[in-house]
């Protein structure tokens, strides 16, 4: 699956770009499903040099191990692959503790991981301009009920229901930095009960 | 005029030599009563009646941001520059009555940053004492690595040791001690910024070197106020007044258009700001950009110009003024 091609929205909507090696001191890498092809494509013009200097940090999700052996074999100073993004997180809390000012950040994969890392990765210090995105696979998002503010994670249809508080949820571009997430509203606040029907706009 | 920059009535309230080369000047509110506040990396511009010429000098504020009572600067004498130096060196005397404007900021610390990484060249350190005044009350982390050219010339260096015991890192050129760059920018924590203020060279080394190393653009300041280079006299049309301007060889572009009485915006005066940049209607020569303002696309563009800074040589230059 190649990168994605988003529709033009509101100012708020993070757009991405293409993973390149940069220069640096580092290069923490963190990625999710399909990401992994950014890393792959990456690695064709990457050096030897480069893998040594790198962390790479892999949560496949419902890929299994299609990528792994690949991933593993770039020679990354460090790999690691888990189960979920909570499960990495306090892996990549510490490898942002441990890095230097010109360590190079990529992310690629998800929203829900890309705009997760990326706020971990701001509050650690690194200018979100600084930091490389690149969109894989999914387009399910992450979204945050504005009336619970509560998560539910890989949205696919609009409306759907808060997995906290239940109700019928309208999905928004408006995003949050800090909370990583798209915000939905009440769909049927003005008419109680008037519920559209759903249709799947992410896959 | 500077936009948004109210002028300040100020009379000279000491000055005192600090080596050969620097005095610093204390400046109060004429009549009483507080200044502006500012933030640490400041500027405020000085207006000097020489004669017939009025010389409008950009200085950094070096005082404490949290004491309104008085604004300091220091004034390196440059013997080789237009004048503006030497006349505060000479003719500026405690008790004078002078004008300068509003403090201006164009090199603010970024408060989002976790640790404040400064170099200093030479007199280069002004704007680093505000901060370091604004920093300390804040409990915010910075270290200074200050380098000069001797221990005579250390500008304030043996006042910051003792004030920011542990912080404060001097280098004597004459005794081969140098700012180990590469070490430094390699071991700092995650959102560390960099600050730099001296010389051209060093400014971009530090740039340079920062960016060879993966330092995010965002986290590396500079500041550098350019005097304006003196060249040869050239004259220009101003179609918006109507007027032709003279500019003489040891003048500004900016300077002449403010003697013929049009109305130019200005803040830096140095080629950083960008408030003067001015769109070129028609030229036929060749322009000397000296701003750090204008990229490199547009200074071969031909169709602006910053007249704090730049210059022209050729037959005629129109002007939107």
Redesign the interface.
Known sequence: MSKTVFPPSIKSRPVYGELEA????GHLMIADAEGAEAILDLAKSADAAFWAKAHIIYIPKDTGRKYSSQLEELGAGQYYAGPSYEAAQSRIRRA??D??????VYLTGTESLMGQAMAEATA????H??IQTEHRGSTARRMQCVHCKGITEDVTTDPFECSHCGLSLFVRDHYSRRLAAFQGVRVDAEDPGNIPEKVELFK | MSAGTAKLNVTVAEVKPINDLVTRFKFVRTGGGDLPTFSGGAHTVVEMQDGDITRLNAYSLMSDPADRGAYMISVRRDDEGRGGSKFMHSQVKEGMEMVISNPVNLFSLDL???KHLMLAGGIGITPFIAQMHQLSMMGGQFELHYSVRNASLGTYAEDLEAKYPGKVNIYHDDQGEAIDLSTL????????HVYVCGPKGMIEWVHGTS?????????VHSEEFLAPASGKPFEVKCAVSNKVVQVGEHQSLLEALEAAGIDAPYLCRGGACGQCETNVIGYDGKFLHYDHWLTDEQKAGGKHIMPCVSRFEGKTLVLDR
């Open positions: 940069r220069a640096g001191s942002l503790l890095c230097h000012m010109g360590t190079q650690a210090g690194i200018p301009t600084a | 989002r940053a976790k920018l390699a071991t700092q924590p995650l959102g560390t960016e060879d190393m993966g330092w995010p653009r965002e986290a």
